[in-house]
């Protein structure tokens, strides 16, 4: 006890440190002699996969002894998973190594994320390696249009019906888009909600229809739905609804122009005018194409009001063969001519095959001096995208000047025209000339703009005393990658005229590059400079200009700065300056629009040197309220800081009311002001009304009229009170069944039925609506007859294969694992289709059919990897008022696997064949199916599952036929086929009773 106090406890440290030192070694040396077999990777510990792939990865398994080795694999999988060849055991000679390739499918259903796979080897040591398995997010939907009517009475609403697939393996939320085409409030019962992978959702819309519609209109209804995390991938579906007029209304009997008038008032600051607008386009007959338009805005009241507009006055007359026009209009001839000039005169076109020829005549509108100018042309077209204009152009101001132009269009490579011109112009004894090229065109990744035009000093067209290059790019190396560069070279006064003061040049490039809307990034280069021998300035411009923009789902923003130095060569000074913008859109739905952007600029005056500072903002918004008032806003304001200050904002209010005969009431009201300044802000208002006009303009010479009779076809009896509709017309049957539709418009019309009317469970015997041409002087007539309508109903039941023992490889039976959801079947008669999709139980029916011959059919299965659907199609007739159901089974496919290596293929071994079962001592009998929609045959009884499934196998293989394993009071009986009747299924026992 005393020597053990006196033992130093540094030295009592050391001891037990050198002891472990030594029995580890000893204890790795063991383990290694005792670890008999070693499982190492040969390939990467890690891989990616997309769901419902297959895998296959291998190992090599080492025999560390001297001795034969009884290998026992084992393999563990995530959940849901499953092996298509489960490890067996094997001998494994001494210090021998052998492959081993593992294949495994991972499902369609599998979440993104990380996943384990062991593979290991039962020993006294356990060997075990571990892959490393990705799943890759896939983010994919899919929308369908199921069903919905194909006519709807104005004023009431309709349904219908949508089904959104996520086929993806990310669970996300999804953000729904309903619109219809002819502005009716559609809704959905959910516009946002979170879809799980795989699943589907029924999306109901429903339409609120306008009971004041004046005539007919088709409504396109249409469905968007995308991921919020995949703002860019949008899909869609429509349907097509007629919506008519519930009110009983004749035909128009005239043929009318159609003409639109606006009164407006417009005013401020004390002054006001009243305005006329007058506008028609359309065709005086009904038999003709030839299109007459005019336009007539008269008083001028633009000098009362900044809102008000100036007087205008255009006609035209257009046919096939030749154009006539008067008025105030842009007149334009060609780029060297005549580019595009406002004015007052008149002019026309006459096409004769191949040429075509024009001329025209104006002066200046609204300014002084008029300058009167006469053009013309004459044209061939060789061929599509081949032309050839010859051009003249005479026009006066201070002294006469005449052009004449050739002008070329011609392709140059498959998706590249060129636009080539030359000109000549007499001026005042001067004789000058001028030409003009255009090429532009794309290729896979490239499209590009080039353009040239030189004037000469005298020559006295649209481009004068001139010379201009342009050129710009836009190159995609990626899918989201580009390159841009834009290249302008501007010079003027040629001749160096120094009456004129200046000799401008102006040269700008800018070249950068961007990914997608993310970022892009741009240098630009300006250079403004007086080629005068005494040149009054020269300076030039550098920026670098960067944007990042940003999209989701409800709007986008965009940022832009620019940082860059203006230096004026002459005083040789330097002034840097920076412009930062924001821009912001949000759409949260689609009765609303917010747009809101700011921008600051600092920089420096180049002749002053004062420092200006410079911030402004704005916000526009729309918005829809009730469906028929639209309201428009616009706020800008803007504020200069420098030794002067300088403040500017305006403030623009528009509303909007349409009414339902088609008229509109429009406010606009504006208030802008400017300090310093001594008039105060500037108001200013109007108030617009527009309505349509149909001019009449000949009576239409005949009309049809349609009769008919609405009958029970099963009674015989007449069916009073049944209302019909054609286009925008409605009649009621009498007493007798009768209706008549009097002086229907001769074209195609299309008969309906309120079903409503008709009753409960009845259908027309005829798919409605029936089309049905009216001709002028003559009665058509069309019976209905109604009928009892017919049910199917039936459900789709999901199957397994059973468990087998491993040395037992024959074919195992199907057991049964539920109803399978989300089929999309279809019920088809040649004429109508229906489809419905199943529910979480396999359920699905249609209701309301007509009686007859019908195929009903699996359209998607939405089946489970390696399955089919047994059979997919059925033949229907159904009775009047008849119930009929049917059961469809989806079954697991049975795969056959083939190992690759080394360049051999090696099939798997194929199993022994199994002793085959005493199946003609069992009893035999036949009974109906449980939907008694056949027979099956039934044997029994075994006293284990396992020898009940063995003879299943087996009955399966000499008969084709599916077998069926259940479990009963005294042990387990097999169900043995689908056959259709009792004959067939007592056949079959027969043949199982004398097999040998």
């Given at each position: 006890m005393k020597l053990e106090r006196n033992i130093d406890p540094v030295f009592r440290n050391r001891f037990f440190f050198a002891c472990v030192g030594l029995l580890v070694p000893l204890w790795i040396g063991w383990s290694a002699q005792n670890h008999h077999v070693d499982v190492k990777l040969t390939g990467s510990s890690h891989i990616e996969s997309l769901p419902g792939k297959i895998l296959a990865f291998s190992v090599r398994v080492s025999n560390l002894m001297n001795a034969v080795q009884r290998v026992e694999p084992y393999l563990v999988l995530p959940a849901t998973w499953r092996t298509l060849s489960k490890p067996a055991p094997f001998d494994l000679p001494p210090a021998a190594s052998e492959l081993r390739l593992i294949t495994l499918s991972v499902p369609a259903e599998a979440s993104v994320g990380q996943y384990e796979v062991r593979y290991g080897v039962k020993d006294t040591l356990a060997a075990e390696v571990t892959l490393g398995v990705t799943v890759l997010a896939v983010r994919q939907l899919e929308v369908r249009f199921l069903e919905g009517p194909r006519f709807v009475v104005a004023g009431e609403q309709y349904r219908a019906i949508f089904i959104l697939y996520?086929?993806?393996?990310?669970?996300?939320?999804?953000?729904?888009?309903?619109?219809?085409?002819?502005?009716?409030?559609?809704?959905?019962?959910?516009?946002?909600?979170?879809l799980g992978p795989r699943d589907s959702r029924v999306i109901p819309v429903v339409v609120r229809t306008l009971s004041t519609l004046p005539e007919k209109v088709q409504d396109v209804l249409e469905v968007a739905a995308r991921m919020v995390q995949d703002s860019v991938t949008i899909?869609?579906?429509?349907?097509?609804?007629?919506?008519?007029?519930?009110?009983?209304?004749?035909?128009?009997?005239?043929?009318?122009?159609?003409?639109?008038?606006r009164f407006r008032v417009a005013g401020g600051e004390g002054a006001s005018g009243t305005q006329l607008e007058l506008l028609g386009s359309g065709n005086f007959s009904g038999q003709s194409n030839d299109r007459v338009e005019f336009f007539v805005r008269t008083p001028d009241i633009q000098a009362k009001s900044v809102l008000g507009q100036r007087d205008e006055y255009r006609l035209s007359y257009r046919s096939d063969a030749f154009e006539l026009y008067a008025g105030d209009r842009k007149y334009d001839l060609s780029p060297l001519t005549e580019y595009g000039r406002y004015g007052f005169g008149?002019?026309?076109?006459?096409?004769?095959?191949?040429?075509?020829?024009?001329?025209?005549?104006?002066?200046?509108?609204?300014?002084?001096?008029?300058?009167?100018?006469?053009g013309g042309f004459v044209n061939y077209r060789f061929k599509p995208k081949t032309e050839l204009t010859f051009n003249v152009l005479r026009k006066e101001d201070l002294q006469e000047r005449t052009m004449f132009s050739l002008r070329g269009l011609l392709p140059v490579l498959a998706n590249s025209d060129m636009d080539v011109e030359y000109g000549r112009g007499l001026s005042a004894g001067w004789n000058d000339g001028a030409y003009a090229l255009r090429l532009n065109g794309y290729e896979r990744q490239l499209a590009?703009?080039?353009?040239?035009?030189?004037?000469?000093?005298?020559?006295?067209?649209?481009?004068?005393?001139?010379?201009?290059?342009?050129?710009?790019?836009?190159?995609?190396?990626?899918?989201?990658?580009?390159?841009?560069?834009?290249?302008?070279?501007?010079?003027?006064?040629?001749g160096r005229d120094?009456?004129?003061?200046?000799?401008?040049?102006?040269?700008?490039?800018?070249?950068?590059?961007?990914?997608?809307?993310?970022?892009?990034?741009?240098?630009?280069?300006?250079?403004?400079?007086?080629?005068?021998?005494n040149p009054r300035y020269r300076r030039g411009e550098r920026t670098l200009q960067v944007r990042s923009g940003y999209g989701f789902s409800a709007g986008n923003v965009l940022v832009n700065m620019d940082y860059g130095t203006t230096r004026d060569e002459l005083l040789g000074k330097n002034n840097p300056f920076q412009r930062l913008s924001l821009a912001l859109n949000l759409r949260p739905g689609e009765k609303h629009n917010y747009n809101f952007g700011i921008e600051y600029a600092k920089d420096k005056n180049i002749f002053s040197d004062e420092v200006q500072e410079r911030i402004s903002a704005s916000l526009n918004t729309w918005l829809m309220l009730l469906h028929n008032i639209q309201v428009t806003t616009t706020i800008y304001g803007a504020r200069t800081n420098a030794v002067i200050s300088q403040t500017f904002y305006l403030i623009d209010l528009t509303v909007e009311q349409s009414f339902a005969w088609g008229h509109t009431l429009l406010f606009r009201g504006r208030q802008t002001s400017f300090t310093p300044s001594a008039l105060g802000p500037d108001r200013s208002y109007m108030v617009e009304y527009s309505m349509p006009i149909g001019v009449p303009i000949e009576r239409i010479k005949t009309s049809g009229s349609l009769r008919g009779k609405v009958i029970d076809i099963e009674s015989g009896k007449s069916l009073q009170n049944v209302l019909l509709y054609a286009g925008g017309s409605v009649s009621i049957t009498d007493e007798d069944g009768e209706f008549s539709f009097q002086a229907l418009k001769p074209d195609t019309h299309y008969v309906q039925i309120d079903m409503a009317s008709v009753g409960l469970n009845r259908v027309p015997t005829q798919v409605m609506p029936r089309q049905i041409g009216i001709k002028g002087g003559e009665e058509s007539r069309l019976d209905v007859g109604v009928i009892r309508s017919a049910f199917v109903s039936g459900t789709i039941m999901l199957y397994s294969l059973g468990e087998a023992l491993p040395s037992d490889t024959a074919r195992q039976a199907f057991l049964e694992v539920g109803g399978h959801?989300?089929?999309?079947?279809?019920?088809?008669?040649?004429?109508?289709?229906?489809?419905?999709?199943?529910?979480?139980?396999?359920?699905?029916?249609?209701?309301?059919?007509?009686?007859?011959?019908?195929?009903?059919?699996?359209?998607?299965?939405?089946?489970?990897?390696?399955?089919?659907?047994?059979?997919?199609?059925?033949?229907?007739?159904?009775d009047p008022g008849e119930r009929k159901q049917y059961a469809m089974r989806?079954?697991?496919?049975?795969?056959?696997?083939?190992?690759?290596?080394?360049?051999?293929?090696?099939?798997?071994?194929?199993?022994?064949?199994?002793?085959?079962?005493?199946?003609?001592?069992?009893?035999?009998?036949?009974?109906p199916r449980n939907d008694r929609s056949g027979f099956v045959v039934q044997l029994a009884a075994w006293s284990s599952e396992q020898s009940a499934r063995s003879a299943a196998r087996v009955a399966e293989k000499l008969t084709n036929a599916t077998a069926m394993v259940e479990r009963i009071a005294r042990g387990f009986r097999i169900r043995l086929g689908a056959f259709k009747t009792r004959e067939e299924a007592e056949a079959m026992c027969r043949r199982l009773s004398n097999l040998k």
């Open positions: 996520n086929r993806g393996n990310v669970r996300d939320d999804i953000r729904l888009t309903v619109r219809s085409s002819a502005g009716f409030a559609a809704t959905a019962d959910s516009m946002t909600f979170r899909v869609r579906a429509t349907s097509s609804v007629d919506v008519v007029p519930r009110a009983a209304r004749s035909e128009d009997q005239f043929h009318r122009y159609p003409l639109h008038a008149g002019g026309g076109r006459v096409r004769m095959g191949d040429v075509t020829a024009g001329a025209f005549v104006n002066e200046n509108r609204f300014f002084q001096p008029r300058q009167p100018q006469q590009y703009d080039v353009r040239v035009v030189h004037s000469g000093a005298h020559y006295p067209g649209y481009y004068h005393d001139l010379d201009f290059k342009t050129a710009n790019f836009n190159f995609a190396p990626g899918r989201n990658i580009r390159i841009e560069g834009y290249y302008r070279d501007e010079e003027r006064n040629l120094t009456t004129l003061g200046y000799a401008p040049r102006d040269r700008f490039y800018q070249l950068g590059f961007g990914y997608a809307d993310f970022v892009s990034v741009f240098y630009r280069s300006n250079i403004q400079q007086d080629l005068m021998p959801a989300n089929a999309l079947l279809e019920l088809s008669s040649g004429v109508e289709v229906h489809r419905r999709v199943t529910d979480n139980r396999g359920r699905f029916s249609f209701g309301d059919l007509r009686p007859g011959q019908w195929t009903l059919r699996v359209l998607d299965g939405n089946l489970p990897p390696n399955h089919y659907v047994e059979k997919e199609s059925f033949d229907v007739m159904i989806v079954l697991p496919r049975r795969r056959r696997i083939q190992i690759i290596e080394e360049g051999k293929t090696i099939q798997q071994a194929q199993p022994t064949q199994e002793q085959t079962p005493d199946l003609a001592r069992k009893t035999c009998t036949v009974v």
